[in-house]
């Protein structure tokens, strides 16, 4: 079966180190993967697109990896900052129909 | 002003009514989507509309309906709400880019409660 999966344990951190977020999947062979944001009682926040083709995509303290022989996209916030507090989720393009389907999310809090 | 809006914010209801959730946009966008939330299952797809004329089933339709009034509106009605059907509802927009790979932007959540 058709599966996206996060680490439903919240990570907790301490400030200034590197959060890393980990999105895998399975039986799914999508053409890109985006990270989203999202804050208690608000709706997701689009972070950060990777295609396929890309390994790395950069955005000021953030850096997302797109393995597609190992199904998995890590993500990461360097520097981390107690704003940087919220749960991140991981979507990816299900058939080519621009449809997406998200992870359950993973919850970090930044200790400062 | 939200570039995405949904109204109720908020809503308790009984089982068996019928409840509409309104998305709003003035992004401009054609593709709208709605979602629901639950705890420790992700946001899953119910419906979604390309354009105005255009209308298709998520992953979890049944119970629900919609309507695409405008390009600017979406609505999600739920014909006889289950208790099961409370839940967190998003709407969302996007706008297809050139390839693959258009970012969805969220309204703010209608809190669904029926009992």
């Known amino acids: 079966s058709q599966k996206i999966e996060q680490n439903s344990e919240a990570l907790n951190i301490q400030e200034g180190k590197t959060a890393t977020l980990t999105c895998n999947y399975t039986?799914?062979?999508?053409?890109?993967l985006q990270w989203y944001r999202q804050d208690p009682g608000r709706g997701p926040v689009f972070l950060l697109l990777?295609?396929?083709?890309?390994k790395e995509k950069r955005k000021e303290r953030l850096k997302v990896t797109f393995d597609t022989t190992l199904k998995q996209s890590l993500f990461h916030i360097t520097a981390s900052q107690p704003a940087d507090s919220a749960t991140y989720l991981c979507?990816?393009?299900?058939?080519?129909?621009?449809?997406?389907?998200f992870g359950s999310g993973t919850r970090l809090l930044v200790r400062p | 002003d939200a570039d995405v809006t949904q109204t109720p914010r908020n809503r308790i209801t009984k089982t068996g009514k019928r409840i509409m959730l309104e998305c709003s946009q003035t992004?401009?966008?054609?593709?709208m989507y709605w979602y629901r939330q639950d705890p420790g299952l992700g946001l899953r797809l119910i419906y979604y509309?390309?354009?105005?004329?255009?209308?298709n089933k998520g992953e979890i339709s049944d119970g629900y309906s919609v309507s695409r009034q405008a390009q600017a509106k979406f609505s999600l009605s739920l014909e006889s709400a289950i208790p099961n059907q409370t839940a967190l509802y998003f709407c969302?927009?996007?706008?297809?880019?050139?390839?693959?790979?258009?970012?969805?932007?969220f309204g703010p959540g209608t809190r669904l409660t029926v009992l």
């Open positions: 039986n799914y062979s999508p053409a890109y």
């Open positions: 990777i295609r396929e083709n890309e």
């Open positions: 979507a990816l393009e299900a058939d080519s129909s621009y449809k997406l389907i």
């Open positions: 992004k401009g966008h054609d593709r």
């Open positions: 509309s390309f354009d105005v004329k255009d209308i």
């Open positions: 969302a927009t996007s706008e297809p880019t050139s390839g693959s790979g258009d970012e969805q932007f």
